[in-house]
């Protein structure tokens, strides 16, 4: 079995040219391990005011859903390839659901 790898970390916000950077930021990182299997599992992490990014990194093919009490789908919601890394901006209490693809 693979793992998909999850880390929640807060951002910059830059007003002068209207971005919010990533940064991981010390104690502000939480990161959750699931194992990508037939069935959707979800993180009991959940996105915080301080930690908004969830920055994924899939150690196989995969399928994910994102949201308050996501279920992921194979052939629905983001497909992520082995050893692909993806960066989403998350809203308050929002979770990451991963299955195999």
Known sequence: MADLIITYTGALSDPPRNQIVPLEKGADIETE???IGGSS???TAVATAQ???ASLLAGADCW???GLTPVAVAGSGRK???GERLQFWLEVGHKVAVIQA
């Open 51 to 53: 930690r908004r990014i």
């Open 80 to 82: 992520m390839l082995t």
């Open 41 to 43: 599992v979800a993180t």
């Open 64 to 66: 994910v859903m994102i």
């Open 33 to 35: 391990v699931e194992v």
